[in-house]
């Protein structure tokens, strides 16, 4: 049987992303109004990318966030500000130990 991450793995290419104001709009109108969220949450991020989301909580200001993803080559694509954030870890095998000793507010 074919693995569908060892196949995807041969086409897929990541870039740095770059947070845009029309992002930031699109982020405040989907998740920060919806949650009531401020920058005293504490947020999870499970199958974080290229870490978009996690930019977007720093520029919001929250301080206490985490991202997730199975993807070990994805820390050479998160942006250097929140790479401290980023966590490698298959979820499904790992999400117990995933030093995820601590609650969250939110969980996206």
């Known amino acids: 049987m074919?693995?569908?991450?060892?196949?995807?793995n041969?086409?897929?290419?990541y870039?740095?992303?770059s947070l845009h104001a029309k992002i930031i709009r699109q982020f405040d109108r989907e998740f920060w109004q919806p949650?009531?969220?401020?920058?005293d949450f504490s947020v999870l991020e499970i199958g974080c990318g290229t870490g978009l989301f996690l930019?977007?909580?720093r520029h919001k200001g929250v301080q206490n966030f985490t991202g997730l993803d199975?993807?070990?080559?994805?820390?050479?694509?998160?942006?250097a500000e929140v790479l401290a954030h980023f966590k490698n870890v298959n979820i499904l095998?790992?999400?117990e130990r995933a030093a995820l000793?601590?609650?969250f507010d939110v969980i996206v």
């Not at 074919?2 to 995807?8: A, L, V």
């Not at 949650?35 to 920058?39: G, I, L, P, Y």
């Not at 993807?71 to 942006?79: S, T, V």
């Open 2 to 8: 074919i693995d569908f991450y060892d196949s995807y």
């Open 10 to 13: 041969q086409y897929k290419t």
């Open 15 to 17: 870039s740095t992303p």
């Open 35 to 39: 949650t009531n969220c401020t920058a």
């Open 55 to 57: 930019s977007y909580l």
């Open 70 to 79: 199975s993807d070990a080559e994805l820390k050479n694509f998160i942006p």
């Open 93 to 95: 095998d790992d999400g």
């Open 101 to 103: 000793n601590q609650k």
